[in-house]
């Protein structure tokens, strides 16, 4: 029984009567734990930590502190998929994260996160639909017809990057039959949709200082120096480990899952350079200026250093004061897991399961 929160005693002969109506013995009472978080597997649990918290507006809160606090949006596509992306903002102090299904519930964030979804264009179009679009474009205004330089980040992760471009191609229907979508124009890249799904993991560096507000790395106006798009090389003299251009940068890490290829338009500003085994690339597209920034990278938010990093700069183009907690989200994962085998330890007859396991259940 999961998540029982009183005596096992209270339960009596259930156990052995469960046993002589089933045949089945029960293998112990797993208690309700306060505070274990895991991973959840799929958008159903979402949904219901959302029904949890009476509607719409929350799904969960970081601890606060004595700095100003990071209030940050996740849009809840119909089809969102991936959307563990954010959980390691919770290890953060003062950083809130809302999921929110309408405009209205939008406020005035300093983040607004566009994740990742099953169905790109028609997560889009939805999007659309609910007056988003609109929203966006008031949030981000400075009253004269341009963006104002204290307006919202933008991030969009995988298809959430994709809806930032110009256009999303899909000629062979492998995710809808829309065949060609407008994006929003936020950021110059077009994505073609591919009938293999491209699954990797992936490392490299940012490129943009720690010190400045997502400024690209180096400062000099246009592109990095021999960078032609997202996904393509670039010289043999940018070196993406030990060169001291780039000791400024942070390290990050993630992993790619997805049919869409983007391509980088000319005005394009590679976010990462990735030194993976697969060839010195860049990945993801920033434009600083205006606080838009994606990539197709899942996971990103889970180093520790980048995740730091990219708050800064957002508490900085906000003008907040903030500083990142200085805990290890991966060590703060494993802690829970460890709780949850001490708790299968402490409550379950764990050889009767492993029989289970290795020798299936019989008759």
Same mark, same amino acid.
């Given at each position: 029984?999961?998540?029982?929160?009183?005596?096992?005693?209270?339960?009596?002969?259930?156990?052995?009567?469960? &046993?002589?109506?089933?045949?089945?013995?029960?293998?112990?009472?797993?208690?309700?734990?306060?505070?274990?978080?895991?991973?959840?597997?799929?958008?159903?649990?979402?949904?219901?930590?959302?029904?949890?918290?009476?509607?719409?507006?929350?799904?969960?809160?970081?601890?606060?502190?004595? =700095?100003?606090?990071?209030?940050?949006?996740?849009?809840?596509?119909?089809?969102i998929s991936n959307f563990?992306?954010?959980?390691?903002?919770? !290890?953060?102090?003062?950083?809130?994260?809302?999921?929110?299904?309408?405009?209205?519930?939008?406020?005035?964030?300093?983040?607004?996160?566009?994740?990742?979804?099953?169905?790109?264009?028609?997560?889009?179009?939805?999007?659309?639909? @609910?007056?988003? &679009?609109?929203?966006?474009?008031?949030?981000?205004?400075?009253?004269?017809?341009?963006?104002?330089?204290?307006?919202?980040?933008?991030?969009?992760?995988?298809?959430?990057?994709?809806?930032?471009? &110009?256009?999303?191609?899909?000629?062979?229907?492998?995710?809808?039959?829309?065949?060609?979508?407008?994006?929003?124009?936020?950021?110059?890249? =077009?994505?073609?949709?591919?009938?293999?799904?491209?699954?990797?993991?992936?490392?490299?560096?940012?490129?943009?200082?720690?010190?400045?507000?997502?400024?690209?790395?180096?400062?000099?106006?246009?592109?990095?120096?021999?960078?032609?798009?997202?996904? #393509?090389?670039?010289?043999?003299?940018?070196?993406l480990e030990g060169s001291? @251009?780039? #000791?400024?940068?942070?390290?990050?890490?993630?992993?790619?899952?997805?049919?869409? =290829?983007?391509?980088?338009?000319?005005?394009? !500003?590679?976010?990462?350079?990735?030194?993976?085994?697969?060839?010195?690339?860049?990945?993801?597209?920033?434009?600083?200026?205006?606080?838009?920034?994606?990539?197709?990278?899942?996971?990103?938010?889970?180093?520790?250093?980048?995740?730091?990093?990219?708050?800064?700069?957002?508490?900085?183009?906000?003008?907040?004061?903030?500083?990142?907690?200085?805990?290890?989200?991966?060590?703060?994962?494993?802690?829970?897991?460890?709780?949850?085998?001490?708790?299968?330890?402490?409550?379950?007859?764990?050889?009767a399961l492993w029989r289970?396991?290795? &020798?299936?259940?019989?008759?």
């Amino acid at each position: 029984i999961n998540k029982f929160r009183g005596d096992p005693a209270l339960l009596g002969d259930a156990l052995s009567d469960l &046993e002589r109506r089933t045949g089945r013995p029960t293998l112990g009472v797993l208690p309700f734990a306060e505070g274990l978080t895991l991973d959840a597997e799929d958008s159903l649990a979402l949904a219901l930590a959302q029904g949890a918290r009476h509607g719409t507006g929350t799904a969960t809160s970081a601890r606060s502190s004595d =700095r100003d606090p990071l209030d940050i949006v996740v849009i809840r596509f119909p089809h969102i998929s991936n959307f563990t992306d954010v959980d390691a903002l919770a !290890v953060e102090p003062g950083a809130s994260v809302r999921f929110v299904d309408s405009p209205g519930s939008l406020g005035r964030p300093d983040l607004v996160v566009l994740p990742g979804t099953k169905s790109t264009a028609e997560d889009l179009a939805w999007f659309r639909s @609910r007056g988003f &679009e609109e929203a966006l474009t008031d949030l981000r205004g400075d009253g004269f017809g341009g963006i104002s330089s204290e307006s919202p980040m933008i991030l969009g992760i995988c298809g959430g990057y994709q809806m930032l471009g &110009e256009l999303i191609e899909d000629p062979g229907a492998i995710e809808s039959r829309t065949g060609v979508v407008t994006g929003l124009g936020l950021l110059d890249l =077009r994505t073609v949709y591919l009938v293999d799904k491209r699954t990797r993991q992936r490392r490299g560096r940012t490129t943009w200082r720690q010190s400045s507000l997502l400024r690209p790395y180096p400062s000099a106006p246009g592109r990095v120096p021999g960078a032609t798009g997202a996904g #393509t090389s670039f010289q043999p003299d940018w070196e993406l480990e030990g060169s001291p @251009r780039q #000791t400024p940068s942070v390290p990050i890490s993630g992993y790619e899952i997805h049919h869409g =290829r983007t391509h980088a338009g000319p005005s394009a !500003v590679p976010w990462f350079l990735m030194g993976d085994g697969r060839g010195n690339r860049t990945e993801g597209i920033i434009d600083d200026r205006n606080g838009v920034c994606g990539s197709s990278l899942h996971g990103l938010l889970e180093g520790d250093e980048f995740r730091g990093t990219l708050l800064g700069a957002v508490a900085e183009r906000r003008g907040k004061r903030w500083a990142p907690s200085g805990v290890s989200f991966a060590r703060a994962r494993q802690g829970q897991i460890d709780q949850l085998a001490d708790l299968c330890q402490e409550n379950l007859d764990l050889e009767a399961l492993w029989r289970l396991v290795t &020798e299936g259940g019989g008759t």
